[in-house]
């Protein structure tokens, strides 16, 4: 009977490949390594499922706070500065340390929300120049895009009432740079104020536009 005599090139071969057998049988730490690289993705889309959710709650609150600002601004008695500190009281119950900015435009009515001024466009541009002449309908003395006059308007007209509210998202603001997780909420509404007085009409003027 003959004696098989291993080499070591032979030995060491087949020591190598039981181990590498052993290796691949062996699944513990497995689940450590899976975890390792599903968490990262998993955590950032619960966190973003999250921010959504919050910024869906907050739009609401927002909104009902400036329909509630717009509407005790119409009366003869509004106060928009109480108006605008009530809006940013209720969003800020929500949104801590949001910056907030607004906007009051007034119209005489309704159609006039950001329609021009009336001109005479003679080369069909579009824009008040070459000369063209312009009916000054908000009476500022130059040629508007948009009619409306900043403020919150007379008796009678209507009032468009624009907020802005920026923040960092609760959540994602440690995974994303801060430029992602910068956000800006924007509600408007729109009043017409209430007649307690004769709403003055919109001035006539004429001018040119260079």
Not at 166 to 174: D, R
Request: with cysteine.
């Amino acid at each position: 009977m003959r004696r098989q005599i291993l080499r070591p090139a032979s030995v060491l071969s087949f020591g190598l490949g039981r181990k590498i057998a052993s290796l691949r049988a062996n699944s513990a730490g497995v689940t450590i390594i899976e975890f390792a690289l599903v968490a990262p993705v998993f955590i950032l889309l619960l966190t973003g499922m999250m921010d959504v959710g919050h910024l869906v709650y907050a739009k609401s609150i927002l909104d009902g706070a400036v329909q509630q600002a717009a509407r005790s601004s119409s009366l003869e008695s509004g106060d928009t500065t109480a108006a605008d500190a009530m809006v940013l009281q209720r969003i800020s119950t929500v949104i801590p340390h949001v910056t907030m900015t607004s906007t009051r435009k007034s119209y005489y009515d309704f159609s006039d929300i950001g329609r021009p001024e009336v001109w005479n466009d003679a080369n069909a541009n579009g824009r008040c120049d070459n000369n063209e002449s312009y009916t000054d309908q908000n009476g500022n003395g130059q040629w508007d895009s948009d009619i409306g006059v900043n403020g919150n308007g007379g008796a009678d007209d209507v009032v468009l009432y624009t907020v802005n509210a920026k923040f960092a998202l609760l959540f994602t603001g440690g995974l994303l740079p801060a430029s992602w997780s910068e956000q800006t909420l924007t509600s408007t509404a729109v009043r017409k104020n209430q007649p307690f007085a004769s709403q003055e009409d919109p001035g006539s003027g004429a001018g040119t536009c260079a």
